[in-house]
């Protein structure tokens, strides 16, 4: 009887002890998701938890459902215990969805990434889609603000998320706006005019598919 006690003991210390270390991999903050109550929509890039993988500064991985917050460029992870959101303790380097993000990209699996100089009102820690990746990389950063309207002679005041995306290029460790369009493409990479004039007229690009531009940049850093 005494075997089988301290042998059901030593079990649910183990039990514990893996149960604390699942905690300690993956700690959060609360989320406060209240003070958007009163604003129309929402802060999010997916509105619903998606299945991802997180890459954090230390070089940890791990899996989880998430969702990005656009206002505060910050990732959220679904408490298991209760499924409630919670902010990342630990820093976050990267993360990928199996999830594409619906209208805004046609990408099938999205990428995000961090690290990138300060620009506008990014900061080494904001997150980045990467369109393409190498040498010249084409990056995209996605925001959300809240906008408020007041009609005229009106007491009343609405506020609504406003959803606004932004294309950079990055290379030789800066960081640029580029719009998506041949001219502003062709002055960016002016080293290699020709070469994509050629692919552009060949190759049709539409300059509204993420698909599409990663294609060109991966073409470019194939020269």
Not at 24 to 46: C, F, K, R
Not at 69 to 83: G, I, P, R
Not at 89 to 94: D, I, Y
Not at 165 to 186: E, G, M, T, V
Request: with cysteine.
């Amino acid at each position: 009887m005494n075997k089988f006690i301290t042998c059901f003991t030593a079990l649910v210390l183990a039990c514990l002890t893996a149960h604390a270390q699942v905690i300690h991999d993956v700690q959060g903050n609360p989320y406060m998701e209240q003070s958007y109550t009163e604003v129309e929509g929402n802060p999010l890039l997916i509105n619903s938890w998606v299945e991802g993988a997180i890459d954090f500064v230390n070089g940890k991985t791990v899996t989880s459902k998430v969702k990005y917050d656009l206002v505060k460029d910050a990732l959220l992870f679904q408490n298991k215990s209760d499924t409630t959101a919670l902010y990342f303790v630990e820093p976050v380097k990267a993360f990928k969805l199996n999830s594409p993000v619906g209208e805004e990209s046609d990408i099938l699996l999205p990428i995000f990434n961090s690290g990138y100089p300060a620009i506008d009102s990014q900061t080494p820690a904001s997150f980045y889609q990467v369109i393409a990746g190498g040498k010249t990389q084409l990056l995209k950063h996605y925001r959300k603000v809240i906008r408020t309207d007041q009609a005229f002679n009106s007491a009343t005041a609405t506020k609504t998320f406003v959803l606004t995306d932004i294309y950079y290029l990055f290379a030789n460790n800066q960081i640029s706006r580029i719009k998506p369009n041949q001219k502003s493409i062709l002055t960016a990479l002016s080293d290699k005019t020709e070469q994509l004039k050629a692919y552009m007229k060949s190759n049709a690009v539409d300059y509204k598919s993420d698909v599409s531009l990663a294609k060109l940049f991966n073409y470019y850093n194939s020269l």
